[in-house]
């Protein structure tokens, strides 16, 4: 059985207001690629930070899109794993949750969770290029990804594009708005799964710490954020999150 220190069991029972940050890491245990791994594969040529940008695209819009569509693929046949769900459970024991995600997956929402704030962007969605108009449903588009045509606005013309944030863009500020005011009021903050490298969310821990809340490392190696940290769990999240929550609430 997986030991936790008594002070993070009583900051957890008691909490008020718990907030998450999660990267590609709580998703490894489902079969998706972490970002930093070596991409497997056709992938293992190219730098992910050269493909998830606006100039990449720009210069190769089809293989930008060869590249998504293997993703979307892959993350079609994955389930969400035991840390997802983990939180789940913690946020149905908690007066407040707030689940903030780097991730482009769409496993929280599958595995349950209420009301992600996606800081990236999601895979699935879909937006034009040009003039932004965004398009839900992706049948006819898969279509398109395969023949010579990219498939393109209906309103403008512009070239579509996966609805994710990528390397030199902006985050939705709405969403980057309540990321921070979330790692600013919570009791208790968790970053899970994340190598804390990419800016702005890697900030928000840093944030929680600045203002001497608690902050709980989940992962299965250090980060450049692990010496700030109050708690360190070295470990899967697919393991320790399940864990925690039933060493915290055992009886639900
Ligand atoms: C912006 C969507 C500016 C696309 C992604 C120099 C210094 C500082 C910053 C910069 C710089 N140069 C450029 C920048 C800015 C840049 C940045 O931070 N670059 C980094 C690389 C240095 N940031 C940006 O460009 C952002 N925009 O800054 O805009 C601006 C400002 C004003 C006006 C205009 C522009 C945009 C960043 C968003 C990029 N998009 N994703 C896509 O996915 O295709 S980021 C991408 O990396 C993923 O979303 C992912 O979330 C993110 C970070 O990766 P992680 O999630 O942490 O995953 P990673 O693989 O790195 O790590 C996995 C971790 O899990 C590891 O620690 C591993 O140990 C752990 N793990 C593995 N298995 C498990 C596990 N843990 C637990 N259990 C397990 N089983
Ligand atoms: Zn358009």
Request: with cysteine; aromatic share 10%.
């Amino acid at each position: 059985m997986m030991e936790f220190p008594d002070e993070l069991i009583y900051l957890l029972a008691n909490a008020n207001h718990v907030a998450v940050l999660t990267g590609a890491g709580i998703s490894a245990e489902s079969g998706v690629p972490t970002f930093r791994e070596a991409q497997t594969g056709l992938w293992e040529r190219y730098n992910p930070e050269e493909l998830a940008t606006p100039r990449a695209f720009i210069g190769n819009p089809k293989l930008v899109w060869e590249w998504y569509a293997w993703r979307r693929e892959l993350i079609a046949e994955v389930e969400p794993n035991p840390a997802h769900y983990a939180l789940v459970d913690m946020a149905s024991h908690l007066p407040r949750f707030t689940l903030i995600t780097q991730n482009i997956d769409s496993l929280h929402h599958r595995a349950g969770s209420q009301d992600v704030i996606e800081l990236h962007g999601n895979i699935a969605r879909t937006k034009c290029f040009d003039c932004g108009m965004k398009l839900f449903d992706q049948q006819e588009l898969e279509l398109n990804l395969y023949s010579d045509q990219l498939p393109r606005c209906d309103y403008c013309g512009g070239l579509l594009r996966p609805d994710v944030v990528w390397f030199g863009e902006t985050l939705p500020m709405e969403a980057l708005n309540r990321a921070y005011n979330a790692s600013r009021s919570c009791d208790l903050f968790f970053s899970i799964g994340t190598s804390a490298l990419v800016q702005p969310a890697a900030s928000l821990p840093t944030q929680a710490i600045s203002q001497g809340i608690p902050a709980v490392e989940v992962n299965t190696q250090f980060t450049p954020l692990s010496a700030a940290m109050t708690f360190i769990l070295n470990g899967p999240a697919g393991e320790v999150l399940p864990a925690l929550v039933k060493r915290v609430w055992p009886d639900q």
